[in-house]
């Protein structure tokens, strides 16, 4: 007698994004957005400049209102419940805002306070952030002081303080230099089994470097959702620059 295994159940989807939609007067920025992403996976989530990338993850981070669809994270409505879906959220918006006079350990010593932490929790979520970043060597310099990639990693930083169940990441390696890209693709690595992870991104190589999934955005508009693979099936060519090519020119 042969005993039959079970299929492993489904992970829960952290982030349902449905009918998400943009408009700016008569544009129309995100046209009717709709995926969900669930814990263990990461999705590269493709477009190029103007597609509506960095539109979607503000409205899903709810800093933006949608003028139709519905957001949630881990259950809760991103503009009903607001507050409780930010509570379960790391975002790094593009153009991370901080407080460049702050020192980064200063910075982020506020943030976890804004989160709720004090004592000695709040000393250990910031020593904790600031090693997974790479940060402790700039810890006492002022935030203003810092390169480009070194403020994108504070940003970084800053969300991956409460060790949320979702993390969406608006260009989370732009101005690193290749040994931080390597560093950063390594960590969300890490976090990957235990969190849905959104990575929003123009440059093909960080897809097939840590996504397992990617979805194509071109004029508002989903035009490709599958893994990177099924993906670079799509062209001869077999590579994802020729695909993306191809998918964002015919929705042009």
Same mark, same amino acid.
């Given at each position: 007698?042969?005993?039959?295994?079970? +299929?492993? *159940?489904?992970?829960?989807?952290?982030?349902?994004? +449905?009918?998400?939609?943009?408009?700016?007067?008569?544009?129309?920025?995100?046209?009717? #957005?709709?995926?969900?992403?669930?814990?263990?996976?990461?999705?590269?989530?493709?477009? *190029?400049?103007?597609?509506?990338?960095?539109?979607? &993850?503000? &409205?899903?981070?709810?800093?933006?209102?949608?003028?139709?669809?519905?957001?949630?994270?881990?259950?809760? +409505?991103?503009?009903?419940?607001?507050?409780?879906?930010?509570?379960?959220?790391?975002?790094? *918006?593009?153009?991370?805002?901080?407080? *460049?006079?702050?020192?980064?350990?200063?910075?982020?010593?506020?943030?976890?306070? #804004?989160?709720?932490?004090?004592?000695?929790?709040?000393?250990?979520?910031? +020593?904790?952030?600031?090693?997974?970043?790479?940060?402790?060597?700039?810890?006492?310099?002022? %935030?203003?002081?810092?390169?480009?990639?070194?403020?994108?990693? %504070?940003?970084?930083?800053?969300?991956?303080?409460?060790? $949320?169940? %979702?993390?969406?990441?608006?260009?989370?390696?732009?101005?690193?230099?290749?040994?931080?890209?390597?560093?950063?693709?390594?960590?969300?690595?890490?976090?990957? $089994?235990?969190?849905?992870?959104?990575?929003?991104?123009?440059?093909?190589?960080? #897809?097939?470097?840590?996504?397992?999934?990617?979805?194509?955005?071109?004029?508002?508009?989903?035009?490709?959702?599958?893994?990177?693979?099924?993906?670079?099936?799509?062209?001869?060519?077999?590579?994802?620059?020729?695909?993306?090519?191809?998918?964002? &020119?015919?929705?042009?």
């Amino acid at each position: 007698m042969t005993t039959r295994v079970q +299929d492993a *159940p489904a992970q829960p989807a952290l982030i349902e994004i +449905d009918g998400l939609t943009k408009r700016f007067g008569t544009f129309t920025a995100v046209d009717n #957005v709709s995926f969900q992403v669930r814990r263990g996976e990461v999705l590269g989530f493709l477009g *190029p400049n103007g597609a509506g990338k960095s539109t979607t &993850m503000r &409205m899903l981070a709810g800093f933006m209102t949608p003028t139709a669809g519905t957001a949630r994270i881990q259950g809760h +409505d991103v503009q009903s419940d607001g507050v409780a879906a930010r509570r379960v959220l790391g975002f790094l *918006p593009e153009g991370a805002p901080t407080y *460049p006079e702050m020192s980064v350990e200063g910075f982020l010593r506020f943030c976890a306070r #804004v989160r709720g932490f004090s004592g000695s929790e709040l000393r250990d979520r910031v +020593d904790r952030a600031l090693e997974m970043t790479t940060l402790r060597g700039v810890r006492l310099q002022p %935030v203003e002081t810092l390169s480009k990639g070194f403020k994108r990693r %504070v940003g970084l930083a800053q969300a991956l303080l409460h060790n $949320p169940p %979702v993390l969406v990441l608006d260009e989370p390696t732009d101005g690193l230099d290749p040994n931080q890209k390597h560093e950063v693709r390594a960590l969300i690595e890490r976090m990957a $089994p235990d969190k849905a992870i959104v990575i929003s991104t123009h440059i093909l190589e960080e #897809v097939g470097a840590v996504c397992s999934r990617a979805i194509v955005i071109a004029g508002g508009r989903v035009v490709a959702d599958a893994t990177p693979a099924e993906l670079e099936q799509r062209h001869p060519s077999g590579r994802l620059e020729d695909v993306f090519r191809m998918l964002t &020119m015919e929705a042009a």
